[in-house]
């Protein structure tokens, strides 16, 4: 092992809920002098990102670019960079949800570190689908099942999934190393709130073989704003599910979509899929919002972060 830290020029990691596993983007410095340390970082090579004695995340460096004298820059991606660059096809037969997520991370050479039991059953094939979306198949279908919400990350290099409602923290800023934590939540800046009816659905039709089969609808949204309607194809083999399916959709679509981003001073522990409480009055971001993207840096010894936030 090798610690870059003293040659290291700047820093930023991120994560989204569209993309599983955390990239870490940093420049190192360069000197063609012959006592300046050459190739310290190579593609493949392992890097793990720490603060003091937490573990933030490791990653595998996968792009690098060198021009001229210039620092070297380097783009990083967690072990889900495998799951999200692999092509496979998958055929499971009323096996649980989570049994088929482990086959598929033995089969990549992913630790677990923990997959909670899911009891829906996967009868599907996946053909030629990029793993990492068979994985978030999977969980969708039995999110519809369970009428849980789960959160897929990766932590020390191993793949954790586990309830969504679990997730929720709280950050701290430290403005000395003598004083007590302050939350980062009474520093936010840069508050923005957009909202929109444009996505909103307020009814459900489930329709298997262009026969209704169950409808759900949202009748005080239906009286406020108007009729907007979702139809939904299901295979023969979800039609036992087909009112649960209709649910979890209005669930999703029947309300106000918003477009909320904030700046928070930083805490290594806001990843995308975490849940947060705000207070912001002036915008109304106010109640308990899931962390869509962020996006963090470290300039000049400060960590700052920029929150995509959606209520919940």
Known sequence: MTNITPVIGSISWKSNLDELGDEISFNLAYNDDRYFPQDVCNLGDLLIFKNGD???????????????????????????????????????????????????????????????????????????KKVSDIIKEILSDSENFTQKKY??????????????????????????????????????????????????????????????????????????????????????????????????????????????SVDLPGDDRFRAGRLLDLYEPVTGITGTYLIKDVNHSISKGIHTMSLGLEAV
């Open 54 to 128: 937490y573990e933030i995340t490791r990653t595998i460096i996968v792009e690098e670019n060198k021009s001229g004298r210039s620092p070297i820059s380097y783009v990083s991606f967690d072990y889900a960079f495998y799951l999200n660059k692999s092509t496979a096809i998958y055929q499971f037969n009323e096996i649980s949800a989570d049994q088929a997520i482990k086959k598929i991370c033995s089969d990549f050479n992913i630790p677990i570190g923990n997959i909670k039991s899911i009891p829906a059953k996967v009868n599907k094939i996946f053909n030629a």
């Open 151 to 260: 959160l897929m990350e990766m932590r020390q290099g191993k793949l954790y999934i586990e309830n969504k409602s679990d997730t929720k923290i709280k950050g701290l800023f430290n403005l000395a190393k003598n004083l007590t934590g302050y939350d980062v939540t009474h520093a936010i800046s840069n508050p923005s709130k957009k909202r929109s009816i444009t996505d909103m659905r307020n009814t459900i039709q489930i329709v298997l073989d262009d026969q209704i089969v169950a409808t759900e609808i949202n009748q005080a949204l239906i009286n406020q704003y108007g009729r907007l309607q979702e139809v939904v194809s299901i295979s023969e083999d979800e039609k036992e599910k087909a009112t649960a399916i209709a649910k979890e959709k209005l669930n999703q679509l029947g309300k106000i979509f918003e477009e909320t």
